[in-house]
């Protein structure tokens, strides 16, 4: 053994004693203890393609008609929501997280409404990346005029739904996407 090795050697026998290490990792508190703070890992997640399309079958426009609907039209908005692999994420995706998008719907124009629109999902083991979508609904249904509006989502994820229930552990937001509605009767 070297005489480094051995005079270090020497100091932990004589007590605890704080060892300064690479710049950048954590101290030891001693010359035998190993630990990682990082073991689970950060939990992350990515919203897109925010999306908002009409359910019917007669089109006002064969090239657009995803973003153009009737009044009395079906229509769903959707948002992707896809977490990242780390342990931590394979356990809260496994025990149940709810994950829960609030679709705004603001409209331009004097006569135009605000309206909110959910979708929730519970996480499933193995699962990292979900589509949530919104129940289908009718303009009408909503009580919004014909009009133009603009669509951002709000994701609330957590918490999970079991005996260890945990707090809410992110927010996001996504923008912008627009929705015509016309008249039911200009088909």
């Known amino acids: 053994m070297s005489n480094a090795m051995q005079a270090m050697a020497a100091q932990a026998i004589r007590g ?17 203890e190993t630990r ?11 919203l897109s393609n925010l999306d908002v ?6 089109p006002a426009d064969p090239a657009n008609s995803q973003y153009i609907v009737a009044g009395d039209e079906y229509f769903v908005a959707s948002v992707d929501v896809e ?3 780390s342990p931590l994420t394979e356990l809260l995706m496994c025990l149940g997280t709810r994950i829960n998008i609030d679709f705004g719907f603001e409209g ?12 929730t999902y519970l996480t499933t083991k193995g699962v990292y990346k979900y589509r949530l979508e919104t129940a289908p609904t ?3 249904d ?17 918490p999970v739904e079991n005996p260890c229930t945990t707090k809410i552990w992110g927010h996001g937001y996504i923008e912008e996407v627009l929705l015509q509605v016309y008249p039911s009767s200009q088909d």
Not at 16 to 32: A, F, K, M, N, W
Not at 142 to 158: F, K
């Open 16 to 32: 605890q004693q704080r060892v300064i290490g690479v710049p950048g990792q954590h101290d030891e508190v001693s010359l035998t």
């Open 36 to 46: 990682s703070q990082t073991i689970v890992g950060p939990v992350t997640f990515t």
């Open 53 to 58: 399309r009409g359910l019917g079958m007669n």
């Open 83 to 85: 977490f990242n692999k």
């Open 108 to 119: 331009y124009g004097i006569k135009a409404a605000e309206l909110n629109l959910s979708a």
């Open 138 to 140: 009718r303009p009408i």
């Open 142 to 158: 909503q009580r919004m005029p014909s009009g133009l509006y603009q669509i951002g989502a709000v994701a609330t994820v957590g």
